[in-house]
């Protein structure tokens, strides 16, 4: 069997998908001098929390995931982050192909919601493979891509968020039931509400009205010296 050996070189955002997305960078070696007419690879690429250190913002950012950091021994357990195929073309020795990764900003989804809590640094990822290769000299064999194989890479939180500002800047995401959305969307009609942003704007308005201001504050230099437009009297 041709001996194989995966090497992640690199990761970026992708700008011209039509969502998120992050592509990865693969080094691919294949021992021995047979061709490899193509691979149809799959990966699971999961977090590997325990393999980085966390600050205490981050730390609080965390709780929902793995609780108390007095927890953390027992519960700072992998996160399933992507699992995805590439078919790699014809090679010998070694290649290099990208593994596209179709990523998603709903708060709700685990990997999310750990990518969001952190400040910086990187991300520990492991890239386990599996699949099937065809290779052999003269026609070709079918062998499988043993299950152990796998490459570790830490994913810079940098390429993250630029690739969250490329397709939703400045913005969240925020999941609702149906029935919710539906009572919000009454609500947006009946006010004439031009954005979702306006609505949500509108109803916490009305469930905390902005507090009048204290007449008896600090008076504003503004209200006592004359506009520039104005003659102050002789």
Do not use: K
């Amino acid at each position: 069997m041709t001996e194989f050996a995966f090497t992640c070189t690199g990761v970026r955002a992708d700008p011209y998908a039509a969502g998120p997305t992050l592509v990865f960078r693969l080094r691919i070696t294949a021992a021995g001098d047979a061709p490899v007419h193509a691979i149809a690879l799959r990966c699971q690429i999961r977090i590997e929390p325990a393999r980085r250190g966390y600050g205490p913002a981050e730390a609080e950012g965390l709780a929902d995931l793995f609780g108390e950091r007095s927890r953390w021994g027992n519960t700072l357990q992998p996160v399933q982050f992507a699992q995805v195929s590439v078919m790699v073309p014809s090679f010998t020795d070694e290649t290099e192909t990208d593994l596209v990764v179709p990523c998603t900003y709903d708060m709700d989804i685990a990997a999310t919601r750990y990518f969001e809590a952190l400040a910086e640094g990187e991300v520990p990822l492991l890239m386990l493979f599996s699949g099937t290769a065809f290779t052999g000299d003269a026609g070709f064999r079918v062998e499988p891509v043993p299950w152990d194989r796998e490459a570790a890479y830490r994913m810079p939180v940098a390429v993250w968020r630029e690739m969250v500002e490329q397709h939703f800047p400045g913005c969240g995401w925020l999941r609702l039931p149906r029935d919710t959305m539906d009572e919000l969307l009454a609500f947006r009609s009946r006010h004439a509400l031009a954005s979702w942003e306006a609505t949500v704007r509108a109803l916490l308005d009305a469930a905390d009205p902005p507090r009048p201001q204290d007449p008896s504050g600090p008076v504003r230099l503004g209200a006592i010296l004359p506009r520039l437009t104005e003659r102050a009297a002789p």
